[in-house]
């Protein structure tokens, strides 16, 4: 075998990326290892153009294996991975939104990523998967503007930045105050990925600073090899629209094109131009059947005018300043009893419907990962339906963008939820995109946040979101703009989501179609995010100014108690056979954690019967308690009485009165509830001493004698 090394230090730590030759056949491989978690990364790309593709076609796939964590991991019947987890879709989305703005987006030869993970400790894999990617391009022949740099930053279980935190430092949330994955490329950002608990906009823009430093370290490291072990890159020759279709297009469609793009309709008005551009084309050349570079002559010129009409004139499609909302409307609840919490939200053309639904501990979502074991008590789920944005398509598969859109608004809100034991419910939300014009994904969390507080949810505050936008020439011609939509998302140079509270930032995602942002710029995007936010937020504050102060009827009751783990086992029971007792008995869901918390979850008095079961179980009698009980058997020498329906006590005879008692069936018979005061506990021997005459010394009369 082949092999070559090279090192840098990271963060504090050793990355090794191992060059050979195991997987030969690709353009571009490399072994990345940080710690003991390592990658394997390829990169290849077609020999010949994809005819009538009209796009770049990029595919990126990051393969978990289970192997990787020395674990045989799957489902009983099955121990082969399967499709990939949520982790898995969310870094392949990772991967693509850092490399594909680097690639020439005219360029009609497929390229795929593989990074596949070969073992995995407490280091992240999806940065290293990040790296590895970009260094696979770096030593292939494929063009690319690379390299990138990617790292993990935040304040975990200190104020002390880290770099690159282990899992046992990022894994609790309740501890850092913000996480963000950070990609880069010449001191500019291109992509983002973070949580915070309402942290200022400064100190995330100071935290992009200093991982802008150590991306910077990837990148001479990345250089450094490319220059040493690096192919020569293929030539691709770029295909020019002839002069005969720009002719064409500048007569019929150029004096046009700004009326249909800049008007309150545009998005409307620019398609049905865009399809009188087509049907030209097609009529003109019948001969032909790829019009792709016709189809790139009227995206490209429509991108340069939106460019230009905001740098230089101040003027967005729509006719909003750069800093305007569209216009906003909330409603919490009024859609149906069943629902446990619901909300709408609009912003301008984007509609989103969220819908919530309690349940008890036992529906928390279990996910079985090659990372770890993890219990999930909120999830947000989001759907983007074909007619949301007019369109005919499949319907019911979740894809990448929606699982990542969720995941976004998951992020966002799970930093104002209230601590478990506060709130003991699971929490599943559903946002539906209605209508789409323009960043669903921050619509979504404004609708969720008006169906936890119209839950009754005891958030800690609303959270709403936006998106951000970015015109871009150079360092000091741009316009950033507030609540991008249509042209706006699809032509602009970012997309740069910022969700937060009035006290600060949840969530960040950020996409760019250029190479990077400077972080100057976006630390004023952040700032003007706010002023949005703030908007929005107040809008939802006069529709339901805090959330309901009961939760829906319709939502099951959960009652709490704790007993002595060394209890757990007589509430389970033999094979679970008394806790299925007492949930047949009840109708409750019972839940028990290993530090012994018992929840009860269920509907009417369901779980109020389950808990007096249990709490009856589990009481353990002292001495001196007084209480009342059935009479259950007599023998010579006492009276047994029931205490609970899990424990009886012995009445000695000379404890029945106060005076002497011939037969103890002269005074009580079965069946007989009487008064008992506890005398002595023998929890060796499991046996209870009791006195009816301690507890009531007239409950017996002398004429009883």
């Known amino acids: 075998m082949q092999k070559k090394e090279f090192s840098v230090e990271i963060g504090g730590k050793n990355l090794t990326a191992i060059f050979t030759d195991l997987a030969e056949q690709a353009q571009g491989s490399v072994l990345l290892k940080y710690g003991e978690t390592i990658v394997l990364a390829t990169a290849c790309m077609s020999h010949d153009k994809e005819v009538g593709k009209g796009f770049f076609n990029l595919t990126v796939d990051y393969a978990e294996k289970f192997y990787a964590a020395g674990k045989i991991l799957g489902s009983r019947f099955s121990r082969r991975e399967g499709r990939p987890s949520e982790d898995a879709i969310l870094a392949s989305r990772v991967i693509d939104r850092t490399l594909r703005p680097l690639f020439d987006q005219s360029m009609r030869h497929a390229v795929q990523i593989i990074v596949t993970v070969i073992s995995v400790d407490e280091n992240d894999p999806t940065i290293l998967a990040v790296n590895a990617a970009s260094l696979a391009l770096m030593v292939s022949d494929i063009p690319w503007a690379g390299p990138v740099g990617c790292v993990r930053v ?147 010129t429509e991108n340069k005018m939106l460019h230009e009409k ?150 800690k505050a609303p959270v709403a979101g936006i998106a951000m936008g970015l015109m871009y020439e150079n360092d000091k011609e741009y316009k950033i703009l507030t609540d991008i939509q249509g042209p706006e998302d699809h032509y602009g140079d970012m997309d740069f989501k910022v969700s937060g509270t ?87 869901e019972i839940t028990v954690e290993d530090d012994g918390t018992v929840y009860f979850t269920g509907k009417g008095e369901s779980a109020g019967i389950a808990k007096k079961m249990v709490e009856e179980m589990t009481h353990e009698f002292k001495p001196g308690e007084t209480l009342k009980g059935e009479v259950v058997k007599i023998a010579d020498f006492g009276a047994f009485v029931r205490l609970n329906p899990f424990t009886d006590g012995l009445v000695h005879i000379s404890e029945l009165a106060p005076y002497r008692v011939e037969r103890v069936s002269d005074l009580v018979k079965e069946g007989m509830i009487v008064p008992v005061r506890v005398l002595k506990v023998d929890s060796e021997n499991n046996k209870i001493s009791l006195s009816i005459k301690a507890a009531d010394k007239d409950f017996f009369s002398a004429k009883g004698k």
Request: net charge negative; charged share 30%.
């Open 154 to 300: 935040g304040t975990y279980d200190s104020d002390v930045l880290t770099i690159n935190p282990s899992q046992k430092l990022r894994e609790n949330d309740e501890q850092y105050k913000y996480d963000l994955t950070v990609c880069g490329k010449d001191g500019n950002i291109n992509m983002i990925e973070a949580s915070a608990h309402e942290i200022k906009e400064t100190e995330i823009e100071e935290a992009l600073k200093r991982a802008s430093e150590e991306i910077g370290k990837l990148e001479d490291f990345q250089k450094k090899i490319a220059k040493e072990i690096g192919k020569e890159k293929r030539v691709i020759e770029k295909e020019e629209v002839s002069k005969d279709s720009v002719k064409l297009f500048n007569e019929n469609i150029l004096p046009k094109m700004e009326e249909a793009i800049f008007t309150e309709v545009g998005k409307k008005n620019i398609d049905e131009l865009h399809n009188v551009w087509n049907k030209l084309v097609a009529d003109t050349y019948s001969d032909r059947s790829d019009f792709s570079l016709e189809d790139d002559l009227f995206d490209e």
């Open 502 to 588: 009035r006290d600060g930032i949840t969530a960040i995602q950020l996409d760019v179609k250029v190479e990077g942002v400077p972080i100057k710029i976006l630390g004023e995007a952040m700032l003007q995010s706010k002023k949005a936010r703030l908007a929005i937020i107040e809008t939802i504050e006069k529709e339901i100014p805090k959330p309901r102060a009961e939760i829906s009827p319709n939502a099951p009751k959960i009652l709490i108690i704790k007993i002595k783990p060394d209890q757990i086992g007589m509430v389970i029971g033999s094979g679970g056979k008394t806790i299925k007792e007492i949930k047949e008995k009840s109708g409750a």
């Open 310 to 459: 905001a740098i230089k004139e101040n003027k967005r499609a729509d006719g909003r300043p750069m800093d305007g909302l569209r216009e906003l409307y909330a409603q919490a609840g009024g859609i149906s009893s069943i629902l446990h919490g619901s909300g709408i939200f609009y912003r301008g053309g984007t509609h989103v419907f969220s819908a919530l639904t309690l349940g008890g501990p036992e529906d928390k979502h279990l996910v079985d990962g090659m990372e770890g074991r993890e219990e999930k008590r909120f999830m947000h789920h989001y759907n983007f339906p074909p007619y949301s944005a007019g369109e005919v398509g499949r319907s019911g598969f979740t894809n990448r963008r929606e699982v990542g859109h969720g995941a976004l608004a998951e992020k966002s809100l799970a930093m104002i939820l209230p601590k478990v034991e506060d709130f003991p419910y699971t929490i599943r939300i559903v946002s539906e995109s209605m209508a789409s014009n323009g960043s669903t994904s921050q619509a979504s969390i404004c609708a969720s946040t008006l169906a936890l507080m119209d839950a009754g949810v005891p958030i």
